[in-house]
């Protein structure tokens, strides 16, 4: 069973809540479509009733999780997952294993089926995202504060932004503070000040103590997605 990461959303209507007294904590939300499909796909299997949805979180794509989906038994589960029940315990239910270093990145999103009904799948709405920008390692840079900041746009930064069509440039550094623009897929994208804020300025400023601030100096009237009018 495949899943595909779409936009956060907020939970539907129609979103099955878990029966507290007879599972964990809820960390995740099923919609009543995604249970019907869940079950319904279940209900193929050997042992159906016996089965459980385990929930991994087992990378990242860009700035999106990427999941892995399987059936096991109720007695697969690991000593340290977390165990939650969707619908009622007496009737049509599932149940959920998510492994413990999946649960904080999975708390608050939602099992769903796609918004386009000719999409097959299931997908996993997740308010949560991971920072391909977090972790600059043992990078070595050289020269001078310009340089290291260049460097680290080349080798790290833009690698990432480029699964989303971007890229950052170092315009210059007055003092403490560096001034880079965005551009490709990035300028005008109304994702862009965050990627700006959380992962570049932070990125940079641990990279490279010389710099304490990072301006966003783009144009964002322009670009193919501007944002601010």
Same mark, same amino acid.
């Given at each position: 069973?495949? !899943?595909?990461?779409?936009? =956060?959303?907020?939970?539907?209507?129609? $979103?099955? +809540?878990?029966?507290?007294?007879?599972?964990?904590?809820?960390?995740?939300?099923?919609?009543?479509?995604?249970?019907?499909?869940?079950?319904?796909?279940?209900?193929?299997?050997?042992? $159906?009733?016996?089965?459980?949805?385990? *929930?991994?979180? +087992?990378? &990242?794509?860009?700035?999106?999780? +990427?999941?892995? #989906?399987?059936?096991?038994?109720?007695?697969? $589960?690991? =000593?340290?997952?977390? /165990?939650?029940?969707?619908?009622? &315990?007496?009737?049509?239910?599932?149940?959920?294993?998510?492994?413990?270093?999946?649960?904080? /990145? #999975?708390?608050?999103?939602?099992?769903?089926?796609?918004?386009?009904?000719?999409?097959?799948?299931?997908? *996993?709405?997740?308010?949560? /995202? =991971?920072?391909? #920008?977090?972790?600059?390692?043992?990078?070595?840079?050289?020269?001078?504060?310009?340089?290291?900041?260049?460097?680290?746009?080349?080798?790290?930064?833009?690698?990432?932004?480029?699964?989303?069509?971007?890229?950052?440039?170092?315009?210059?550094?007055?003092?403490?503070?560096?001034?880079?623009?965005?551009?490709?897929?990035?300028?005008?994208? $109304?994702?862009?000040?965050?990627?700006?804020?959380?992962?570049?300025? !932070?990125?940079?400023?641990?990279?490279?103590?010389?710099? +304490?601030?990072?301006?966003?100096?783009?144009?964002?009237?322009?670009?193919?997605? =501007?944002?601010?009018?």
């Amino acid at each position: 069973m495949s !899943t595909d990461a779409v936009a =956060p959303a907020p939970p539907t209507d129609d $979103a099955v +809540t878990t029966d507290a007294s007879a599972a964990d904590e809820a960390v995740m939300i099923v919609t009543d479509d995604a249970l019907v499909k869940v079950l319904e796909v279940r209900a193929g299997e050997d042992d $159906a009733e016996q089965l459980a949805l385990r *929930i991994e979180i +087992t990378g &990242a794509n860009g700035a999106e999780f +990427t999941y892995d #989906l399987a059936f096991e038994t109720v007695d697969e $589960a690991a =000593p340290d997952d977390h /165990r939650q029940i969707i619908g009622p &315990a007496d009737g049509d239910h599932l149940v959920l294993h998510l492994p413990a270093d999946s649960v904080e /990145r #999975l708390r608050g999103a939602t099992l769903d089926l796609p918004s386009h009904a000719g999409q097959g799948g299931l997908v *996993i709405r997740n308010p949560n /995202r =991971p920072d391909p #920008l977090a972790d600059v390692g043992d990078l070595e840079l050289e020269g001078d504060t310009p340089d290291k900041v260049r460097q680290l746009l080349e080798q790290v930064i833009n690698p990432s932004l480029a699964s989303h069509g971007g890229f950052a440039t170092l315009v210059g550094v007055e003092g403490s503070t560096a001034y880079v623009t965005m551009g490709g897929g990035c300028q005008g994208c $109304a994702m862009s000040q965050a990627t700006m804020v959380q992962g570049i300025a !932070t990125a940079v400023c641990d990279a490279i103590p010389e710099i +304490t601030d990072v301006v966003d100096a783009t144009d964002h009237t322009q670009g193919e997605n =501007p944002f601010y009018t």
